[in-house]
């Protein structure tokens, strides 16, 4: 049986909560591993199922992976046991696509299905520019029943433009190239504050990457690359999706902090344009209650635009803005289909078109039984639940779990009344 929220709406919403390491980081540096024998240190990792899943990868790959302490991991190199990708776990995370080319590039093939994850896009999600950009690089792509099969004896250098802007695929195929021969450009690349970071890293372990967080990245292979140790970035959706409860709260005085502030500055826009008080400090956001929340749209965008990641606790927001406000999410393709189960609690939304839909605002909403659809979406429906009248009953809760660590001890310590049953 599935596990549970019961949230009991309405109690004050205000304390200090902490942000954990950036999980969407996190997935990208289990990886690395593969690609060199020395061993690895990764701390601020937060401890979130979709973690667990990429150390188990690990794991099956040949490698030891241990704690010696809550959000410390230490990972190192026994032998390699295979070059198939288990299913039963690229299944559970999209991210798993990371350890494609850093198993190609170090044993010259690789097979795997078709990654899992949120389920947010127009059937599976596509992997299309990555499988375009190793064969670019000289790879050559089996695709076979139920799985793919790819082998390059050697991976070469290579000019890639991504058609669509990708954050996992510009991660994964400037990772892949540090160990190709030759040089690598990576044109039209995502800019997530993920990716500059991961660079860093991997310039530490003895990389040669320029560009990272523009959207021209250069890579320069290298034969081999060291071990070392990473601290997370803070992760920049939980720190906007606290930033977001305590607006929607409205009720007290709420401190976020360990996060990175200077990475949400299109939230810190729309809440000057929407009216919610806000306090910026180095590590550190404080919002405090304000008389009227204003409506705004928002159109979802690549950063530094508005987050497509943060769209759904904007939506549950915009449910208690006194007007109209357009939510148009152009990265995913079903990531506003929760909003019917705003609707069933009281909100007023019309869905225009999948990528669209209008809310009117502010609703008084109500407890329901809900099931999350997937991780935002499940964060949303929380957020609703806390605000809402009576005690709502969220299934599936996997999915939240997937992205926010302790999740109850945090909000209980703001005062909501959550429990996991
Ligand atoms: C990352 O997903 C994040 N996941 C997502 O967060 C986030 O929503 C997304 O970036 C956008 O910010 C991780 O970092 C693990 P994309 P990613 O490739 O990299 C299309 C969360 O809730 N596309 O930038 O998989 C794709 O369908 C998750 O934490 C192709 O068409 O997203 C989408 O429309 C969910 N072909 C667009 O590009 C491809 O080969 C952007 O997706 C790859 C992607």
Redesign the pocket.
Known sequence: MSQKFIINGGRPIEGAIKVKGA??AA?KVFPLALMTSEPIGISNMPEIEDCYRAEEMLVALGHEVSRSGKGVVEISYKSRTCVNLPPGLVNKF??SIMFVGPLLATCGEVCFPHPG??V??AGT??????LDGFVKMGAKVEVLENSYRLSAKKLKGATIFFP??????TESLMTTACLAEGITILKNC?M?P?IPALAEFLNTMGAKIAGAGTPVIKIEGVKKLRGGNYMLIPDR?ETGTFAILAAVANSGEVLIENCNPGHLEALWALFDKIGVNYKLGQNSVKISPTKKILPSNVVTH?YPGF???LQSPYTVLMTQAHGLSLIHET???RRLLFTDMLTQMGANIIMADPHRVVVSGPSKLYARKLISPD??AGIALVIAALIAEGSTEIDNIYQIER?YEDLVERLTGLGADIKKV
């Open positions: 999980k969407n997935l999209r991210a994850g949120c947010i896009g999600r596509p992997i299309d520019m990555f669509k802007i990708t954050v996992t695929g995502a997530e993920e959706i690549e987050a497509t990641d990265i995913h393709d991780l935002r992205g």
